[in-house]
């Protein structure tokens, strides 16, 4: 069955601290009795008011300096982000905005001798620096503590009204500007201070789980980071409702009655979002997975693939699940040129569709037709978005966009610039490339979003980057179903997938009843059971424990690990199975 839990092995339950009682005793014992600095840092979203109350009424905390009050003003802060995030409702700019970019020089000034006086006067007790940016006020702090926050946890925090972010007094904004906001700023100012720190952190605080905190030394954090990129491992899914949402998800990942009108989105494979759980006796400490490529991306990534992207997982797995539910909206993504001068991407959404599933008629809109007309088309898209509710057209999308009919194991390539999207009664596994934010949506179908407003629609965007020559020909020659034998050996055949020779992801599908020998060429390879119930990934020489992977589940296999097998296991012993794996091409 579908593993929403996946852990990596990590250490003893004696190396984890459980509960504030556990963890202060752990920080009063480190700290000792002399005149000393706890700074504890935190990722934007954390709550400090938690972490004060639990440390002040456990600890000899004499004062305490809180970052929040060292920022420039709100009014200060937006005009600083401006050029960064725009008026646009989902894009911003990419930048390289730091965590000191939100204070006041002065205050700061003001905090940091007061921290060294602390130290210099002998006082008794301790002085605590607590939030975002407090490492920035103490050079040599007596401890380091890294409070972390996963992604999605952040999320839902935003959609509750519980946090705004960093700097600004937006706590009962849209959550979709404040995620904008978190994508384009928060994030990226937090994680260049995060990479700094992480090398050198005493403790890391798991603060996902409020009045439930867990804390780990940083060496065991490093062991167990170390431990992830020598062996086959999985991220935390997540999962979302959409408009246009469906029901197969629910049943075959098996899903708890959350109250949600269907799950649309499973983030299945995104670094970036995706949490990773270390486990430390029966205790699962959770992090930002992201935090992983950030400490080790040479031995995750491969040096090619690091030498081209830097530390970023450039490979995204995800779900779209329209069972039940509706098409997605009609998009486009950018070309790699548009993206770098609009938004400061270096590559863009390369992207395919593999039919996980797919019910009778279901469907794929791929490419324009032979011989149509651009400015209509945009006219007829305008005339669509813009009239009012009662004479406002439909648009016919099957007028300009092929139709083409989709069944299970089907690949469908999407190079940027080509229009598409998936059809109702779809299971969707899209592999791209990770920027996924730079979606720009042609119609929605008349629907509105499940907060009830209209979603936003970027068709000067989508008019700049529609490739009109990606018509019906050249689609089905070059972008369905390019399967294409490789190899074969004793129960087991190779073919390739694709993708298209524009994109620099490239795609192997493996159908196997034996044992299948593969090897990542010091190249990071992403995998999905798209076939069988269960299979097992060893290592030849014994390097990694036996790994097991489950009908529709995703894994890595970090560059390092090298040669590995996968083979059927369990209930599907005796039965063809099936892996789609994917690598970033040399």
Known sequence: MYDKFPFVPAGDASECSLGWQQITDRIAAAIGSQPAILCVECYPGVFLNEIHKELASRLDIAHTIFTEQLLLSPAAVEQRLSPYLTDDPVFGRMNQLSIQDFFDPAKLAVARENAAAHVLSGASGILLVLGTGASLVCERPALLIYADLARWEIQLRQRRNEIGNFGVDNLYERPSLKYKRAFFVDWR?????????????????????????????GDALHRGLRQCV????????????GPWGGHWMEKVCALPDDGAPN????FDCVPEENSLLLAFGDAHVEIPAIDLVFMHPRELLGDGVFARFGAEFPIRFDFLDTMGGGNLSLQVHPLTAYIREKFGMDYTQDESYYMLDAAP?????????EGIQSEEMLRDLDAAQNGDAESSPDFPAEKYVNRFPAQKHDHFLIPAGTVHCSGKDSMVLEISATPYIFTFKLWDWGRVGLDGTPRPIHLLHGEANIQWDCTTEWVKESLVNRFQPIAQGEGWREERTGLHKLEFIETRRHWFAGTVPHNTNGNVQVLNLV????????????????FIVHYAETFIVPAAVGAYTIRPHGPSVGRECATLLAYVRG
């Open 189 to 217: 100012a937090a994680d260049r201070l995060k990479r700094e720190l992480f090398p050198k952190i005493d403790f890391l605080l798991d603060t996902n789980q409020p009045d439930a905190p867990k804390m780990i030394s």
């Open 230 to 241: 020598q062996q086959p491992f999985r991220v935390v899914p997540f999962f979302d409702p």
């Open 263 to 266: 799950h649309a989105w499973c």
């Open 361 to 369: 008629g279901a469907c794929v809109y791929l490419g324009l037709k």
């Open 531 to 546: 076939e069988g119930e269960e299979a097992i990934v060893e290592s030849p020489t014994q390097a990694f424990a036996p």
